[in-house]
Each structure stands twice: as C-alpha cells, then as structure tokens.
C-alpha cells in the first residue's frame, strides 16, 4: 500500500524519517513516499486530507480532527523553549502588541501561542517562514515570528529575541510546549502496524545519530553541523518517542487555552493505538 508521508522541510523532521528515506527501516509492506514541505502548507493540505501520514502544526489539528488521528509518536514539544518574535531592538510585550510582526502561517502552532501571549488578535503579516528573518535584518519588517532553525541564528543577524513562547509557556503553565504533530488519515489500512514503522523510524535516527543528522542538515539551510546537531536535540527529544502523560496533558492544555480564548468550536483529541 502506498502511504505518502508528509514532514515539514526542516532538520528536526527529516532526523525522524532519514530511515524512511534511506532503507535503514523495515517498511512492513508499506511503499512508504517522502513528501517535504514547508509546515503551513501541510496543513492546508491536511485541510483536504490530501496526505495519508503528515505532519501537522498542533494549532491545526482541531480543524482536520474528522479525518486524521494523532499518532503516539513524532511531536516536536518543546521544554521551556520554542518559536521566538525577533526584533532590531528589543521591545516589551505591549510594544508588541502595536507592532506589525511576521508570520509563517496563520495555521501555525506559533501563531497561535503568539496569539495567547498578547492576549488576543495583532497585527501581522504572513510571509514564508524561512524569509521572515531576512525581513527583520534588513528592516523591512518591525518584527517576526521565528520557527525552525531562526530561532538559532537570529543573534548571527544582528536581532534581539524580545519574546520567547516556549518560555512565556513555561512560565504560564509549567509545562512543555507541543508544537508540531504528526496524524494519520482514518482510512489508512493497518493503522497500528503503520503507526509501528514510524516510531522505529524515529528510533532508527536516535540509534544512528550520525547519519540521521548528515542526512536532515541538507533541510537546514546552511546550519553547520554543531548547529544542525543542537536544533534536532531542541525537538527530537524523550517526548519524540512518546508523548507521556506530561506531553498530552500539554496537548489538551493548549487546546484548552485556545478553545476558551473562542479560537475552535469544538476540539476532540483522538489518538491511534
């Protein structure tokens, strides 16, 4: 059965299918095919079920939540870290909220999170995540929302992180802060034994680090290796593996927040076996 898998194009998701995409694995009869894009667009493909196994911003789940499960497996969860709003000189919160500051997506989990910690709607623009930085520098833009590998290269361009969300979440909640998940669509034929390849993926990159990462720096735009290394272990962590108890009631708290903030309607957090 052909299972198209979608990852964002960035090194932490490419670590977790580097064994997919080079036989390290056994597939189980699956022909798995490797889709990479950049994370809003996965979402709005999810928005059409186009994938069968894809990643997918938390903050987008609620929307798809009739066509895919969350897999056990394969979040990007920060613990006390995550997307940061990066400007030429360093601004306060309520100097934020009257400034225009760059997007990757309206779908995106940043989005969202950026969205609690102003407390409420702000003026932004949406721009491909991987030019928001340059935007910034050269000051084109006031400020921007930073995901992937920006959030370790701003202090390379010269900009000041005026807002942390992983940390701001922290603070707020003590908890990690779950940012991208993978789903798979309800349809899929063998879901468990599917769902089984995937996390031996995942492991097979943790067991055989080094090749893993010479494969996902090709996503990293230039990340030397020392970096690339150091924004995989940000996202490819023990909540990789599995979400635990601590990973989930993170999951249902932000959905939470952002049900009660009137973002969804209705959330329904379902996962595969």
Do not use: C
């Not at 052909?2 to 964002?8: A, C, K, Y």
């Not at 196994?53 to 903050?59: E, G, I, K, Q």
């Not at 225009?100 to 779908?107: F, K, N, Q, T, Y």
């Not at 996390?199 to 996902?216: M, T, V, W």
């Amino acid at each position: 059965m052909l299972v198209r898998v979608g990852h964002s194009n960035d090194p932490d998701d490419a670590f977790m299918v580097w064994a997919l995409a080079t036989g390290a694995v056994d597939t189980r009869g699956y022909e798995i095919r490797l889709v990479a894009k950049d994370i809003e667009t996965l979402n709005i493909w999810a928005l059409r079920g186009q994938l069968e196994v894809t990643a997918l911003s938390l903050a987008a789940y609620p929307l798809v939540q009739d066509q895919y499960l969350l897999l056990p497996h394969g979040a990007s969860i920060g613990i006390g870290y995550g997307p940061i709003v990066v400007t030429q000189e360093l601004l306060t919160l309520d100097q934020l909220r009257r400034t225009e500051i760059l997007v990757p997506g309206r779908m995106t989990t940043a989005f969202l999170v950026l969205g609690l910690a102003l407390g409420g709607p702000f003026t932004y623009r949406e721009v491909q995540f991987d030019q928001i930085l340059d935007e910034v520098r050269t000051g084109r833009a006031d400020a921007g929302l930073l995901i992937h590998e920006g959030q370790l290269t701003y202090a390379a361009a010269g900009l000041e992180k005026s807002l942390d969300l992983g940390d701001w979440w922290l603070d707020e909640t003590g908890m990690p802060l779950p940012l991208g998940v993978n789903v798979v669509r309800r349809d899929v034929h063998g879901i468990s034994v599917l769902s089984e390849v995937l996390r031996a993926s995942i492991d097979a990159g943790l067991q055989h680090r080094e090749e893993a990462l010479a494969y996902a720096r090709q996503f990293g735009r230039g990340l030397d290796v020392p970096l690339a290394d150091q924004f995989v272990s940000l996202y490819v962590n023990e909540l990789t593996l599995g979400y635990g108890e601590e990973g989930r009631q993170a999951v249902e708290e932000l959905l939470r927040r952002a049900q009660a903030a009137g973002v969804y309607q209705d959330v329904r957090l379902e996962f595969a076996d």
